[in-house]
Nanobody, 125 residues
Framework: VQLQASGGGLVQAGGSLRLSCAASGRTSSRYAMGWFRQAPGKEREFVAAISKGGGTTYYVDSVKGRFTLSRDNAKNTVNLQMNNLKPEDTSVYYC???????????????????WGQGTQVTVSS
């Protein structure tokens, strides 16, 4: 599967952005999906994950209540709605797909098999 991330940009603190990840190739409904981010000089970190069916989601504590991850398997897309953005959310965001037989989500980046190119999110104070 090929993943194409989009929706990044520059926004002021308190603003919103919506990241999308479009999957091509094998249908995305076969995959659990996740978003990770990496800021300059820092390691890549988990942001949010969703199960194949969409019924299970996980978020890193720092984004809970602000970010919402959803998926549309008919359109082979996952969307990360980011509200009340903070300067510390500034990073390159990556979507990833995980092959799994289970309808579960994972926060572990090493369990993901396919990665999209990153999309830059910059939040100004």
């Amino acid at each position: 599967v090929q993943l194409q991330a989009s929706g990044g940009g520059l926004v002021q603190a308190g603003g919103s952005l919506r990241l999308s990840c479009a999957a091509s190739g094998r249908t995305s409904s076969r995959y659990a999906m996740g978003w990770f981010r990496q800021a300059p000089g820092k390691e890549r970190e988990f942001v949010a994950a969703i199960s194949k069916g969409g019924g299970t989601t996980y978020y890193v504590d720092s984004v809970k209540g602000r970010f919402t991850l959803s998926r549309d398997n008919a359109k082979n897309t996952v969307n990360l709605q980011m509200n009340n953005l903070k300067p510390e959310d500034t990073s390159v965001y990556y979507c990833a797909a995980r092959i799994t037989s289970f309808n579960s989500a994972s926060t572990d980046q090493y369990q993901y098999h396919h990665w999209g190119q990153g999309t830059q999110v910059t939040v100004s104070s």
